[in-house]
Structures are given as structure tokens and as C-alpha cells.
């Protein structure tokens, strides 16, 4: 069975210090992993995908990055958190365009 | 260009009520809708999809979706509710183009389900 794993939790960080979220996936060969970004109450806003390893596509532009070192690893991270990254993010892998699998997600508050 | 539309931010029924919540899409082409369901402060969990075939769709938990081209369409029912129940529900829209797949998510519909 596939698993999906993300890590921190939780994060509470200063604004203007570097960050790095990550997400692990197993039990799948080459899967499709994406990024999503939602705030409080809101929708969830897809930030990046990756179809395999070393290439990564930047959907929207939010001062964030991310990086596919491994064929079961995705990686977000900035330098200088904005008080407007505050919020939580969902990594999901997908095969096809249809039922995403999501991790439980990291919530990060910046202040 | 996919757009989806949710056009009820929240609906609250007793327990053992049925609900219907709304979802109308735009989109031209070959897509995938499907809804998603958040508990509070946890990820989202796949409910159901469509793509072709019979436009009702059985999901998880007693929910079930209808799809309707002329309308538009993929309103999430269930016809009697549970407390546990109450989460925020996403439908979404995908469909695969060039630059890779993208999932497009409406904005939510709060379900609250009073004892």
C-alpha cells in the first residue's frame, strides 16, 4: 500500500527565516507529487508539480521553490518567509488527473 | 480554462437529513470531477470521481455523485447524515494538458451536521 508522509506537523517561524517542508511517498514507482498551499478557511491553491526527478513546474509564484532530489521525495522551501506564506500546505501524489492521494499536511504559522 | 464553482460556503442539517451539496464546473473538454472531504485539521480524503460511464457515482460513506452535462453539473448527496459527517467538502476538476496535470478545487462547502 502506498503511504504518503509529510513533515513537520506543524512549524512556527519568524518572518524573513528560511523554510523546508517535506514529503515522502512509498509503495510507488515514479508518481505523479504535487504541492498545494491553502489558507484559513480558504481553497487550496496548487503551487508546484513534479513528474519526475530533478524537474519541477511552478503553477503560481509565492517566493517559494521546491525540488524533486529523489524519485520518492518533494521538497518546499524558500529563504525568507513572508507572513503571507503562513497557512497549510498538502503534498499529494496522483496518477492520471484524477483522485489525488494527500499527506495530512504541515501547518505553518509565520510571524 | 477549468473553473469550479461551489456555491454554498456553508449548510447545516440535522442528523438523518439528506443534503445535496452543489457543484457546476466550465470546461470544454475531456475532464475528471471528483469531490474531496476535510476534517479539520487534517488533509483531504478522496470521496468519489467521474469521468465517463453512468453519471451517478458511488463513494465512500453512503455519499454519491451526479453528473450532468447539460447542467454543468456534480452535485455530492447523501440521503442521511451523521455527525461525523461535518467537514469542509471540495469538489475539483481536473483534466490532463500539456504542461502536466492539474487539480483545480472549488472553494469549499462547510457541512454542519447538528445532533
Known amino acids: 500500500a502506498q503511504t504518503i508522509h509529510q513533515w513537520p506537523v506543524a512549524e512556527i517561524k519568524a518572518v524573513g527565516s528560511p523554510l523546508s517542508l517535506g514529503c515522502t511517498i512509498k509503495?510507488?514507482?515514479?508518481?505523479?507529487l504535487y504541492w498545494y498551499w491553502q489558507a484559513t478557511g480558504g481553497t487550496l491553491q496548487q503551487l508546484f508539480y513534479s513528474i519526475t526527478v530533478g524537474q519541477v513546474e511552478s503553477v503560481v509564484q509565492l517566493n517559494l521553490s521546491a525540488s524533486r532530489p529523489k524519485d520518492d521525495q518533494f521538497i518546499l522551501s524558500t529563504e525568507k518567509l513572508l507572513l503571507s506564506h503562513s497557512g497549510f500546505y498538502l503534498c499529494?501524489?496522483?496518477?492520471?488527473?484524477?483522485?489525488?492521494?494527500f499527506g495530512s499536511g504541515t501547518r505553518l504559522l509565520v510571524i | 480554462t477549468q473553473t469550479v464553482s461551489q456555491s454554498d460556503a456553508h449548510v447545516t442539517v440535522f442528523e438523518g437529513d439528506s443534503v445535496e451539496l452543489r457543484c457546476n464546473y466550465s470546461?470544454?473538454?475531456?475532464?475528471?470531477l471528483s469531490w474531496y472531504i476535510q476534517h479539520h485539521g487534517h488533509g483531504l480524503q478522496f470521496l468519489l470521481k467521474y469521468y465517463s460511464g453512468n453519471p451517478v457515482v458511488q463513494g465512500v460513506n453512503g455519499f454519491e455523485a451526479e453528473f450532468s452535462k447539460s447542467d454543468s453539473s456534480f452535485h455530492l448527496r447523501k440521503a442521511s447524515v451523521h455527525w461525523s459527517d461535518s467537514a469542509v467538502y471540495f469538489c475539483?476538476?481536473?483534466?490532463?494538458?500539456?504542461?502536466?496535470?492539474?487539480?483545480?478545487f472549488g472553494i469549499g462547502t462547510l457541512l454542519s451536521v447538528k445532533p
Open positions: 509503495g510507488k514507482s515514479s508518481p505523479n
Open positions: 470546461y470544454g473538454g475531456s475532464i475528471y
Open positions: 475539483a476538476v481536473s483534466a490532463y494538458g500539456s504542461s502536466g496535470n492539474k487539480l483545480i
Open positions: 499529494a501524489w496522483g496518477q492520471g488527473a484524477s483522485d489525488y492521494t
